[in-house]
């Protein structure tokens, strides 16, 4: 099957630290590929064209003003940004429409309903040719919001042979807004297991890992602060920070205030087989997220066999009450976030263990697109 991915986030090298959406992208294209499928990109140039992608997947990038400024940067209310965003929408669908008119697309999965599904959209009316879309989480918390691309939104939903949503409530809120089924299909890595990491649990000490931004929203100032009562109270641990961004310098600040410099480690931004040899070097991941739906670094975690501390926002805590992969804290809360990392040491060492293994294949990438396959196999339209 000639399958065409259209996508606003794909990263065009092979080592692109700020692409973690479209690191998701390319690993979905590459399973879809592993299956026997010819599988085509259609996403932005960045103005360097595509260095690297996977075997089986080509990429198409096609032209555009913005080059790399990210697509979410544009403002409809700002008449350069919308004129931009116009020109892109035209770029993108003729992509696409060129694509098919070189060999026939048997089918779109657009990545996301704005603005892919406007281009799959627009070849479905040409051509006939059926489109599936996965939403990701803007294109319904933002873009659907907009009064002047609502009814777009919902449109592009409800012309297409499948939908799906990445998380629970997202799924929710796109159904409100399309008034259509769509179904739960969570996005995540290919995870690749690091042999040199060290998967048990150290004696006599807790090991703590944070991925993220380092943003007010992924709440590494309510970290900090629960590391500090969590030693204060005699507890035995250590924590591993990865991330940069806005808060770095008041972060490294926040830690040498707190005096916790012996026992909190502060990197920068990783890739990849850096982030996830840190997660298996590790004996939980926590998220302390004040807004989240579901991170790709929480899949990663529990493909690497990890339990996860997380805040109960987004789907975060109702996923982990329902299949017990670890623990669910307040937002915004350290005293709440503090005391699970001390249940967390006290706990047996296998008693995530099960839950992890189980929500774990919930996530695994090759499982999702064999689940797509078959989806489009038995239901084109």
Same mark, same amino acid.
């Given at each position: 099957?000639?399958?065409?991915?259209?996508?606003?986030?794909?990263?065009?090298?092979?080592?692109?630290?700020? +692409?973690?959406?479209?690191?998701?992208?390319?690993?979905?294209?590459? +399973?879809?590929?592993?299956?026997?499928?010819?599988?085509?990109?259609?996403?932005?140039?960045?103005? %360097?064209?595509?260095?690297?992608?996977?075997?089986?997947?080509?990429?198409?990038?096609?032209?555009?003003?913005?080059?790399?400024?990210?697509?979410?940067?544009?403002?409809?209310?700002?008449?350069? &940004?919308?004129?931009?965003?116009?020109?892109?929408?035209?770029?993108?669908?003729?992509?696409?429409?060129?694509?098919?008119?070189?060999?026939?697309?048997?089918?779109?999965?657009?990545?996301?309903?704005?603005?892919?599904?406007?281009?799959?959209?627009?070849?479905?009316?040409?051509?006939?040719?059926?489109?599936?879309?996965?939403?990701?989480?803007?294109?319904?918390?933002?873009?659907?919001?907009?009064?002047?691309?609502?009814?777009?939104?919902?449109?592009?939903?409800?012309?297409? +042979?499948?939908?799906?949503? &990445?998380?629970?409530?997202?799924?929710?809120?796109?159904?409100?807004?399309?008034?259509?089924?769509?179904?739960?299909?969570?996005?995540?890595?290919?995870?690749?297991?690091?042999? /040199?990491?060290?998967?048990?649990?150290?004696?006599?000490?807790?090991?703590?890992?944070?991925?993220?931004?380092?943003?007010?929203?992924?709440?590494?100032? $309510?970290?900090?602060?629960?590391?500090?009562?969590?030693?204060?109270?005699?507890?035995?641990?250590?924590?591993?920070?990865?991330?940069?961004? +806005?808060?770095?310098?008041?972060?490294?600040?926040?830690?040498?205030?707190?005096?916790?410099?012996?026992?909190?480690?502060?990197?920068?931004?990783?890739?990849?087989?850096?982030?996830?040899?840190?997660?298996?070097?590790?004996?939980?991941?926590?998220?302390?997220?004040?807004?989240?739906?579901?991170?790709? $670094?929480?899949?990663?975690?529990?493909?690497?066999?990890?339990?996860?501390?997380?805040?109960?926002?987004? /789907?975060?805590?109702?996923?982990?009450?329902?299949?017990?992969?670890?623990?669910?804290?307040?937002?915004?809360?350290?005293?709440?976030?503090?005391?699970?990392?001390?249940?967390?040491?006290?706990?047996?060492? /296998?008693?995530?263990? %099960?839950?992890?293994?189980?929500?774990?294949?919930?996530?695994?990438?090759?499982?999702?697109?064999?689940?797509?396959?078959?989806?489009?196999?038995?239901?084109?339209?």
């Amino acid at each position: 099957m000639r399958i065409a991915i259209v996508t606003s986030s794909y990263p065009l090298k092979e080592i692109d630290g700020a +692409a973690a959406a479209g690191l998701f992208v390319r690993d979905f294209a590459k +399973a879809l590929a592993d299956e026997g499928h010819d599988v085509h990109v259609v996403t932005q140039d960045k103005g %360097e064209g595509c260095s690297y992608s996977p075997k089986g997947v080509t990429v198409h990038p096609f032209r555009w003003s913005g080059k790399q400024r990210p697509l979410s940067s544009l403002k409809p209310t700002n008449p350069r &940004d919308a004129w931009i965003a116009f020109r892109y929408m035209k770029a993108g669908t003729r992509a696409l429409l060129d694509l098919h008119a070189e060999s026939p697309i048997d089918h779109v999965l657009a990545m996301w309903a704005v603005p892919g599904g406007v281009f799959a959209q627009a070849l479905h009316k040409h051509e006939g040719v059926p489109y599936s879309v996965w939403c990701l989480g803007s294109d319904i918390w933002t873009y659907g919001k907009l009064p002047v691309l609502k009814s777009v939104v919902a449109n592009v939903l409800k012309g297409a +042979a499948h939908r799906y949503a &990445d998380g629970l409530i997202l799924r929710d809120d796109a159904v409100a807004l399309s008034g259509t089924d769509i179904s739960f299909m969570p996005s995540s890595r290919a995870v690749a297991r690091a042999t /040199d990491a060290p998967t048990e649990r150290a004696p006599g000490m807790v090991r703590f890992q944070f991925v993220g931004r380092y943003d007010h929203v992924k709440g590494v100032d $309510v970290l900090l602060h629960a590391m500090r009562d969590y030693l204060d109270e005699g507890h035995s641990g250590t924590l591993n920070m990865l991330g940069g961004g +806005a808060m770095d310098d008041e972060v490294r600040a926040l830690a040498k205030e707190l005096d916790l410099l012996d026992h909190v480690t502060i990197g920068g931004y990783a890739d990849g087989e850096a982030v996830w040899a840190a997660i298996l070097a590790a004996d939980a991941l926590v998220i302390p997220s004040r807004n989240e739906s579901i991170p790709l $670094v929480m899949s990663d975690a529990l493909q690497l066999g990890k339990p996860v501390i997380v805040s109960d926002v987004g /789907d975060m805590g109702d996923l982990i009450r329902e299949t017990p992969a670890g623990l669910v804290v307040e937002p915004g809360d350290a005293y709440s976030l503090f005391a699970a990392l001390a249940e967390f040491e006290a706990s047996p060492k /296998d008693r995530f263990d %099960e839950a992890v293994t189980q929500l774990a294949e919930k996530f695994n990438i090759r499982s999702t697109a064999k689940r797509f396959l078959a989806d489009i196999a038995g239901g084109q339209r």
